[in-house]
């Protein structure tokens, strides 16, 4: 079954190239989020034609969703008649902005020696294609003979999913009582499954000070050298500390099995465009932008609190100190068990198709499977996707043409597995 189905696939080569062509060369560029509609009515129309029920959700007062760029999902669901499982493939169709640097076209799908080059080639819509495809030959098999599949194209993945997989899983899309199994195909290599990500905690630092002339600057009390100070005791006590913590689960890179944490902006003073001189001012406020992500072992309390009791410890013994510290945002890590069924087929699946064992990993950035986990309540969620991490939303970003065929043929045999239970 497996063989026949791997061929099926492989016949569908053209079909999954073109596919990701047309894919790309709708600009889903999200901010602002243009090109929604025409996106997921590429992918609900196909499946429609499969015998796909359709439906395409706008997400009406979400966040960022206005008339002008009106945020559109779709969710596509085939009944084989009889019960059993529901398998969902969920792909986000928004892509960041191109930037320099590209020697291709970004909007052009263009194709040389292999590789499909463009925006949202490898995150993600190669893994959509690769998907679409995969159901498409389980069902030219006969092979959907038991549960359900579903394949989702949502939006805003890369500003946070409220509008896309978030807002369909406040609204039961995403929950155990219609969905088993999510796969997300994010591109995490063909040979890897990735069970999940670290947490974040984003906060805003802000240091204050006296502002006086800056001929004078004993008279005030400056924000940036306070600041300055926040940074040192970063530099001696926390980074170290964090350089010390790593987690059991495999977070690829290497460097992101430990907690990190990045000084994502900093700014005190006067602003920094003005017109003509600068007026001579000491600082009275400074702020940091801090992007911390953390370890499943840690706890989202623990990691606030390890930066207030530095803070208040500033405070205590640095004359002046004062500050305020602020959530900005919050994800808790995420995790599925490699024993789950999803890893399980999915790792089967890899060992028939390429030959050798699956490794399953763990990603540094958080993706959509927070909102499949936490707000649906759907925990054997998955990221499996072509196409390489270190490509996305770089310059020249490509697919390989190889991988979309081969992540679709685990995509194809992994399902069949999940239906049938094998
Ligand atoms: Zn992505």
Redesign the pocket.
Known sequence: MSDRLQARVEGARDEVTALCRDLVRIPSENPPGRAYRACVELVGERLRRRGFDVHYLRAEGALADSDRYPRWNVVARLESGRPGPTVHFNS?IDVVAPGHGWTRDPWGGEVDAGRIYGRGTC??KGGLASSMVAVEALLDEGLLTQGAVEVSATAD??SGGQAGVMWLAERGWFSPARVDHVVIP?PFNRELVCLGHRGVWWAELETKGHIAHGSMPFQGDCAIRHMAAVLDAFERELWPALAARRTAVPVIPEGARNATLNVAAIHGGMPEVIDGLPTPLVADRCRLTLDRRYLLEETKGVVAAEISTLLDRLRATRPGFDYDLRETMHVPPTTNHAEAATPQAFATAIGEVYGKPARFVASPGT?DQKHVHHVGGVTDCIAYGPGHLHL?HQPDEYVEIDDLVGAAQVMAVATTKLLHGR
Do not use: I
């Open positions: 986000h995150d993600m993945e890369e994010e993706y996305a």
